[in-house]
């Protein structure tokens, strides 16, 4: 009886090197992991610590200004509310606003008097992956708007796509679209960045635009700098100096051709800035915050929350430009109906660890 002969099968080239591909990305994985990277956040919030934990910009107002919310569920989350306004510069007299939100999706709505139609859809289809679409409908020409939003959050690094005015309808693309991109290198810094591309109408010429960001972490304080590509250069720092005390600073630069002799071959360029400095002082029933610049002008707002269920605050904020010898001054309430049953779904939501929808 003859022999049989066994023959080996090799593995094919192909194969060889999808394994090797597969180790190599393998030990980069366990590489990563073992550095003990974190979240970074996203380009467009680099210096939310700054801008709006601590700056009164967004909470700056003027005229009289009252909100009334009611809320009628907690798990799901649906509330109303209803804000007035008068003398103010940027507030409609009447906003009547309506949320309805679950850990997987975020709505909300805004109509005012004027006819002024705004609305949010997000929806979270993973714990990494979140869709945002806005859309706002005014009466004015040039108002109306649309963005969606696509936003990956990973272990050690976080990817935003953005579509603004996105459309087809002239025979070519149009609109703004941005995409960012922002890793953690070590432990404390974090690299990014953010590329623009936009184009009003086919009869235009489409523009682009680039910027680089960094930023740094530290026990108790954060370093950001973002240099764009036109010559603008923001660079901002946060401190928290005790328990309820935070600074912050933000340095806003940008260097221009110069218009004088000489400007078209190389000239001096013109630097045009602006240096901004905050504190916020957080009180057991109020938060106080106060900022100044370098062209003069002084903010500060003040909440105060009242009553020991905290459904009452009342809000002042103030602004003196002394370059221009204008003094702005703003007064507010903000009403949160009470409502024990809707106090009782926030402890259980509380306890039960359930996560928060999709702002």
Do not use: C
């Not at 020409?141 to 696509?150: C, L, N, R």
């Not at 002084?298 to 904020?317: D, G, N």
């Amino acid at each position: 009886m003859a022999e049989e002969k066994i023959i080996p099968i090799r593995p094919s080239a192909g194969t060889s090197w999808m394994s090797r591909m597969k180790d190599l990305y393998t030990a980069f994985h366990d590489k990563r992991d073992s550095l003990g990277l974190s979240n970074p956040g996203t380009v467009e919030n680099i210096s939310k610590e700054v801008t709006r934990d601590v700056f009164v910009t967004n909470q700056m107002f003027t005229g009289l200004r009252a909100d009334i919310t009611k809320a009628f569920s907690v798990a799901p989350m649906f509330q109303t509310s209803q804000g007035f306004s008068m003398g103010s510069q940027g507030l409609p007299p009447y906003t009547f606003m309506s949320s309805y939100g679950t850990p997987k999706l975020f709505l909300h709505g805004t109509v005012d008097n004027d006819g002024q139609l705004a609305g949010r859809a997000n929806y979270r289809w993973t714990d990494s992956l979140v869709t945002k679409t806005q859309a706002q409908i005014a009466p004015g020409p040039g108002q109306s708007m649309v963005q969606i939003d696509h936003d990956y959050t990973g272990k050690d690094f976080s990817a935003s796509v953005k579509a603004l005015n996105p459309s087809m309808l002239e025979g070519g693309m149009t609109g703004i679209f941005i995409g960012s991109y922002m890793q953690s290198i070590t432990p404390g810094l974090a690299l990014g960045m953010e590329a623009i591309w936009q184009r009003q109408a086919m009869s235009m010429g489409p523009d682009s635009t680039v910027s680089y960001v960094a930023k740094y972490r530290g026990s108790d304080w954060i370093a950001t700098a973002q240099l764009a590509a036109a010559g603008g250069l923001t660079t901002s720092y946060w401190r928290k100096i005790g328990e309820k005390v935070e600074v912050g600073a933000e340095l806003q630069l940008q260097l221009q051709p110069g218009m004088g002799r000489g400007a078209m071959m190389g000239g001096r360029m013109q630097r045009e800035g602006i240096a901004s400095i905050g504190a916020k002082y957080d009180f057991r029933t109020a938060s106080l915050r106060t900022q100044a610049d370098s062209n003069g002008k002084l903010s500060v707002t003040l909440e105060k929350r009242l009553l020991q269920a905290q459904a009452i605050q009342v809000m002042f904020a103030g602004e003196l430009d002394q370059l221009k010898q204008q003094a702005k001054v703003g007064l507010g309430v903000s009403i949160e109906v009470p409502n024990e049953d809707i106090m009782e779904q926030q402890e259980k939501a509380l306890n039960s660890n359930m996560p928060p929808p999709p702002y």
